[in-house]
């Protein structure tokens, strides 16, 4: 499989960037081809300032992506939520990327658009500082709702898989190298976020409901003996 792993992380040297390693080795490993593009060695305007109404010069940075888009069948996008959104210079790189054209266009009499980048999938990959269950619960997961309906889907990239791990300033070497261990092994067992990671925050106690609403729209990865899974979500369908 031709696999395009986009590590948006302005700083490849951070926790994101080890997890992007892992990643693409275990992708190597398994005879996978893979391309890779670490956004802070991208060198490129961010910024539309016309709109689409006036279509900047590519830069050599960009056309490789546009390139490494077409080329693929999986995307793999790996970012840290910041302020509940991905970082301004994803959001740029999409921008520009992603123009009429190429990922859509829109029909001239009608409000439908056809979608030019099928056939493809996606994992968006996302750590936060907050646990996974908060950016649901608080912000409805602002980010995913953009990154995954609003552009991958847009442009026909589907499924996407959604993998968050949350609480990351908590984290100590041990269990970030359990982390980056299963995400390379790409394999995430399931439990209910009603179990042992929420007791504490009272959710025994919740209104029926409101548990079983919870037992059934969010799973969470089941942690390794000696881990805690606070924090940690994985969902191919996550909204």
Excluded at 23 to 36: N, P, T
Excluded at 98 to 111: A, I, M, R, S, T
Excluded at 122 to 137: E, G, K, N, Q, Y
Aim: proline share 7%; glycine share 6%.
């Amino acid at each position: 499989m031709n696999i395009y792993i986009l590590l948006a992380h302005p700083d490849k040297t951070s926790f994101n960037g080890q997890l992007a390693d892992a990643y693409e080795q275990k992708l190597l490993l398994a005879g996978h081809q893979v391309r890779r593009q670490n956004i802070s060695e991208m060198q490129f305007d961010p910024v539309l300032w016309k709109g689409y109404s006036v279509i900047e010069q590519f830069e050599p940075d960009m056309q490789q992506t546009q390139e490494n888009i077409l080329w693929c069948q999986k995307w793999v996008i790996i970012y840290p939520v910041w302020w509940g959104s991905v970082p301004a210079i994803l959001k740029g790189l999409l921008d520009r990327a992603l123009l009429p054209g190429f990922g859509f266009k829109y029909h001239e009499k009608d409000p439908f658009w056809d979608q030019y980048l099928g056939k493809r999938s996606a994992h968006v990959i996302t750590t936060s500082d907050a646990p996974a269950i908060w950016l649901w619960w608080q912000y409805g997961n602002s980010d995913i709702k953009a990154i995954r309906k609003a552009t991958l889907e847009f442009c026909g990239i589907k499924p996407v898989k959604v993998t968050r791990i949350g609480r990351v300033k908590y984290l100590d070497d041990d269990k970030r190298s359990n982390i980056i261990r299963d995400i390379a092994a790409d394999y995430f067992p399931f439990q209910s976020v009603c179990q042992k990671p929420f007791k504490k925050s009272g959710c025994s106690n919740w209104p029926k409901p409101f548990k079983q609403t919870l037992k059934t729209a969010f799973l969470i990865p089941k942690p390794n003996p000696g881990t805690s899974a606070w924090g940690l979500m994985s969902s191919a369908g996550i909204t």
